[in-house]
């Protein structure tokens, strides 16, 4: 029995160590799989048996679908999966894979949203598959075919017709997805850090289409001391993109971007605003990616900098400037303070019926008004001079004339008047050789 004990033991450290040397260097495409990739025992949620092994899948074509609870479109794409599936049988092994505990997957399931997948049978608690193909971003998608692993890439590729292709031996059309570190300079070569006495002080990047290997968003580069000195957008339209600029210029100067304080004149709107959840295959055509990098002395200048530079290399130019424009302002009637809060737990339901705000500032009205065209379609400022938190309960109201009557309760006004304000205006580039 000791010895038994004791050669248990071996073997589960020598595992530990052969999972450790993968981890360490993951698979690469062409390469063939280890034996512990088919012999190390799966756990798995939502099956009869705790674990399970690939041993007896090793002829089938292998669709490794990694996953989390709180990934909608991991989610989504379950059920395009059983249905690959069950389309083609035992040819092939189609395996959602998670890192996640069993508490974690179990109240996950339990839950009215998790229900819906509480059939899914998914490894669980897993090490090894991660170490063996680590990635950035989920959904990530590992195909494996005789042995060896024959590509890695999104989920929007898992089809029938990508299916049929590797099992028929025929050219895949599959592209391969290298999923990109974001805390890198976008599409920077690793070259550059084998060169020890040059130091990279600027950069700059832009695409059109979509770019598969990195997820939809924004990266921003800080320093040590946690100034922002550049920032990255991947995958998004480029109103988004100018959004996120205008957001920020106007914080530079005291103010709240909103809706209201952009002019947009562009012929086809639709290359630059649209939802690209909705569009799909014709959206990832018109979506851009950039990453820009100013040296860290220069980070107060990094977004009109930005903006100078998407002028510069795509159709559309687009500045801030501060204009005469028509717009409520919100004041106070009297030196009595009506508003100030009496503290408590924060409440923002401003357009809700009746409108409450609770130990907020006046920038969450200004937020919700400047959101909201239903009320007005001017821009709001606030002219009050208050910097407090504020405490107001309003009765319901459907037009700005109600709100006003409401507002007056309080010894504040909103009213029409003209100022000087930044706007942010895009129009089409008069340059011709784009």
């Not at 280890?34 to 799966?42: I, M, S, V």
């Not at 949203?113 to 989920?138: C, W």
């Amino acid at each position: 029995m000791q010895k038994k004990f004791c050669r248990g033991l071996l073997s589960l450290a020598l595992t530990g160590i052969a999972l450790l040397a993968y981890a360490q260097n993951p698979l690469k495409i062409g390469d063939a799989l280890p034996k512990q990739f088919w012999e190390t025992p799966l756990q798995m949620v939502n099956t009869p048996q705790k674990t399970t092994t690939l041993s007896a899948d090793k002829d089938k074509l292998i669709v490794l679908d990694f996953w989390a609870t709180w990934c909608g479109s991991c989610l989504k794409n379950f059920p395009k999966m059983e249905a690959l599936q069950k389309q083609f049988g035992d040819r092939i092994k189609i395996l959602p894979v998670t890192d996640q505990k069993t508490e974690v997957l179990q109240k996950f399931f339990s839950s009215a949203n998790g229900g819906r997948y509480n059939k899914t049978a998914s490894v669980k608690e897993d090490q090894m598959l991660h170490g063996f193909f680590p990635h950035n971003g989920i959904p990530y998608i590992v195909w494996i075919k005789d042995g060896r692993l024959i590509n890695t890439t999104d989920a929007d590729q898992v089809s029938a017709d990508a299916v049929s292709e590797l099992l028929e031996n025929k050219k895949s059309s599959l592209q391969t997805i290298h999923q990109i570190d974001r805390s890198r300079p976008f599409m920077l070569s690793k070259d550059f850090d084998s060169e020890k006495a040059s130091q990279l002080l600027a950069y700059s990047f832009i695409s059109k289409g979509r770019i598969r290997s990195v997820g939809y968003g924004t990266y921003f580069h800080r320093s040590a001391s946690g100034s922002v000195y550049g920032r990255q957008f991947t995958n998004l339209s480029l109103m988004d993109i100018y959004r996120a600029i205008g957001y920020a210029l106007f914080e530079k100067k005291g103010d709240l971007f909103s809706e209201k304080r952009l002019i947009v004149s562009v012929k086809d709107i639709n290359q630059v605003d649209f939802n690209t959840a909705k569009e799909g295959l014709l959206a990832d055509q018109k979506i851009y990616s950039m990453d820009y990098i100013t040296p860290p002395s220069q980070s107060d200048r990094l977004y009109e900098n930005m903006l100078k530079f998407i002028n510069q290399n795509t159709p559309y130019s687009a500045e801030v400037s501060d204009q005469a424009v028509k717009c409520l302002v919100l004041r106070r009637t009297s030196d009595k303070d009506r508003i100030c809060t009496k503290g408590g737990e924060v409440i923002d339901q401003f357009m809700a019926s009746p409108s409450v705000l609770q130990n907020v500032s006046l920038d969450y009205m200004l937020s919700a008004l400047n959101a909201n065209s239903a009320i007005t379609a001017l821009p709001v400022i606030d002219e009050t001079g208050y910097r407090g938190n504020v405490d107001l309960r309003l009765n319901a109201f459907k037009d700005l004339a109600q709100l006003q009557k409401s507002l007056a309760r309080y010894d504040l006004e909103l009213k029409e008047a003209t100022r000087q304000l930044p706007i942010m205006m895009i129009k089409d580039s008069n340059t011709n050789n784009r």
